[in-house]
């Protein structure tokens, strides 16, 4: 991004500092160099330097609505450290004075059988994007759009791409919700008037269907944004959970997450 757009700033979740602190800063380089598709040497020097360009120091913004991309390179850390079927997320947004215009998110483990099976009891066969990963794109007026991961080296993309749209659901006691892992139902203002359940054959008044899916929010913006969710709830505990960054765009793990939602039909709300 930096070769390619070096005029836009980065904003992100971490730096180098806990690297540059412990002896693990040769095997990120390791990793880095082996996976890296530039023919550029990738040195210590050269991967710190790009780690710390989303710094919190690297740039200062001004009073007036900035342009940046937003990075989060892995939403749900704790699902990531689970292995293999967690639900982690890699995340971009592009910010344009103020406005989110682009969004790419990628989850390796996305498996469309699952929340399918979820939602109806019953095993679905055919699904093109089942246990392949998913990588969801918006762009403002454009839609969101969605292609499993192991397609993404195909001849023709535009032959495997999806557009989304959110499930259309009006009826409160129809909708299905998602929450997370980290939030108990019993903590949101629903739960009051409505008990969740997670087996849709065992829904009756005054039930919800609930849809488990573990770890960070940016999978359950996906749920939303590709229709396997129709409503995601995060309570948000601190102002810090939403905080804003130069007065508009949230923070990492929601800005992909919002045009997404928006670009596929739905709504986002934000409350601190």
């Excluded at 689970?82 to 995340?91: F, P, T």
Aim: proline fraction near 4%; charged fraction near 20%.
């Amino acid at each position: 991004m930096n070769r390619l757009f070096p005029s836009i700033p980065l904003v992100a979740e971490e730096d180098s500092s806990f690297l540059r602190s412990t002896n693990l800063v040769g095997a990120v380089v390791d990793v880095v160099a082996n996976k890296a598709t530039f023919r550029d040497e990738v040195t210590e020097d050269s991967v710190l330097k790009a780690i710390d360009r989303g710094g919190k120091d690297a740039y200062n913004f001004g009073p007036n609505p900035a342009t940046y991309w937003v990075l989060d390179p892995i939403d749900g850390t704790r699902g990531f450290v689970k292995g293999v079927e967690a639900l982690y997320v890699v995340a971009l947004a592009l910010v344009v004075e103020g406005q989110i215009v682009l969004g790419v998110m990628g989850c390796p483990n996305w498996d469309e059988d699952y929340f399918v099976n979820c939602v109806t009891g019953v095993q679905e066969t055919g699904n093109n994007f089942s246990r392949s990963g998913m990588i969801m794109v918006s762009h403002v007026g454009c839609g969101t759009w969605k292609q499993r991961l192991s397609d993404r080296l195909a001849i023709e993309l535009s032959q495997s791409w999806t557009r989304c749209s959110v499930d259309g659901c009006q009826v409160l006691k129809e909708a299905r919700f998602c929450t997370p892992e980290s939030q108990k139902w019993e903590s949101f203002p629903l739960s009051s008037s409505f008990n969740a359940k997670t087996d849709s054959e065992k829904i009756g008044n005054g039930d919800i269907l609930l849809v488990p899916a573990c770890c960070g929010s940016l999978c359950k913006y996906m749920m939303v944004a590709s229709g396997r969710a129709s409503v995601f709830l995060l309570r948000a505990t601190t102002r810090k959970v939403m905080k804003k960054i130069s007065g508009y765009a949230p923070a990492w793990d929601h800005a992909v997450g919002i045009i997404c939602v928006h670009e596929a039909g739905g709504k986002v709300h934000i409350k601190v």
